[in-house]
């Protein structure tokens, strides 16, 4: 079995995602953004939008300064010539992902038929006809968010409203459970608000009528774990669609079999490796790029401690007087090695980019590092449209960085 050193796994993961070529030279292009996902196979979105939507990072981070308008564009419009790309569902939690690869999803729909948890089978025998009444107003009047079909339906909760998000409606909870169980997609989102539509009117003919068994689906969606990833141990390749592991090793066997997989051992790794046979090793990574919380490159947290040597932990669900670095934290990437991370807040009102925190790892805490995280911060706050950028106090690198501006 081939032994590949620690430096060389991380400088094929970072290819894998990405990270290997060079800023494009013009202005990006829808074409240059479908590529990044090409990359990275999934987008993972999240609601926190303390500095920008999750989805829209990873983007930034591998191009650039881009219109984001072009991604949206290919997640939620369509048109004959310029068709649907991305389609949300539940593959490494709440993501996007190409259209096609949503009959890979059947078994997971299968599973989620009454919904991702317990509560919607609770409202099925509650109100045993509110399924068939929400697919029939989705049918009646398109496109719409859960508050607007409740209106439709003129029904609710039989209590006063609450205001918390967990404390959903049984409406709510059906355009859910129909989301999980594939028999409705999201046409769109206004004000990041979930857009329900039927998937017949969302997902392609083709698409919708190709049928995978779900042993050929689990072993797709392995080989695009392996694809985005490069190099990764069986627990890599299952948490990027959070999958389990008695359908990853048998995935994993028959990728071995035919040649798509190569088992390898990886310096200092405690786990077997597997290396796409399409994966490069370049012989250095450069350049610099902040990673959101949930960039695929570092979702997997156990992953990016492996390769990068990182503990990361994201601490917006932290009390603040117990958190360590800051509510909404991106690493800093330099020339292949995580050396710093920053908590960032945009402040919109105000046009400003807040940097309340600036930290570095050990052995990483130079002028260089505060030089090139300084223009990282200018570019972000550019494609943010924001006009200045506020460094406060905390962490050990933030006086050298202030010092930047």
């Not at 909870?173 to 004000?191: H, M, N, P, T, Y």
């Not at 309340?356 to 090139?372: L, Q, W």
Request: with cysteine.
């Amino acid at each position: 079995m081939r032994q590949i050193s620690a430096a060389t796994a991380r400088r094929i993961a970072l290819a894998a995602q990405g990270f290997a070529g060079r800023l494009p030279a013009s202005a990006p292009t829808r074409r240059t953004v479908l590529g990044v996902v090409d990359k990275t196979q999934l987008l993972q979105i999240d609601s926190v939008s303390a500095v920008v939507r999750a989805h829209y990072a990873p983007v930034f981070s591998r191009i650039g300064e881009y219109d984001r308008s072009l991604l949206d564009d290919a997640v939620w419009s369509h048109s004959a010539r310029k068709p649907r790309q991305f389609v949300e569902y539940w593959a490494h939690e709440a993501a996007l992902l190409p259209v096609e690869d949503w009959p890979l999803m059947r078994w997971r729909m299968r599973e989620f038929e009454f919904g991702r948890w317990s509560h919607a089978r609770r409202v099925n025998e509650r109100n045993p006809g509110l399924v068939d009444d929400v697919l029939g107003a989705v049918a009646e009047v398109g496109p719409a968010g859960a508050g607007a079909i409740e209106k439709y339906l003129e029904r609710g909760n039989n209590g006063p409203k609450r205001s918390s998000w967990w404390d959903l409606s049984d409406t709510k909870i059906v355009c859910e459970q129909l989301f999980a169980s594939g028999e409705l997609s999201v046409d769109k989102r206004v004000a990041f608000t979930r857009q329900y539509d039927l998937t017949e009117r969302v997902i392609p003919a083709h698409v919708r009528e190709r049928h995978v068994d779900e042993a050929d689906a689990i072993r797709e969606l392995v080989t695009r774990s392996a694809r985005a990833l490069g190099i990764a141990t069986e627990p890599d390749l299952r948490d990027y669609y959070r999958l389990k592991r008695i359908q990853t090793e048998p995935a994993i066997a028959d990728l071995v079999d035919s040649g798509v997989l190569e088992p390898v051992t990886v310096s200092g790794w405690d786990k077997p490796a597997y290396l796409h046979t399409e994966a490069r090793a370049p012989r250095k990574i450069s350049g610099s790029a902040l990673l959101c919380p949930f960039d695929p490159l570092i979702f997997c947290r156990p992953r990016t401690e492996q390769i990068f040597g990182f503990h990361f932990r994201i601490e917006i669900y932290t009390p603040e007087p117990k958190r360590v670095h800051g509510y909404y934290v991106f690493p800093f990437l330099l020339d292949g090695e995580l050396v710093g991370r920053v908590d960032l807040r945009a402040e919109r009102g105000t046009g400003r980019l807040l940097v309340p925190a600036a930290f570095t790892e050990d052995g990483h805490r130079t002028d260089r590092v505060a030089s090139e995280l300084a223009d990282a911060l200018r570019r972000m706050a550019k494609w943010l449209e924001l006009d200045e950028i506020v460094i406060g106090e905390r962490g050990d690198l933030a006086a050298m960085l202030a010092a930047k501006f």
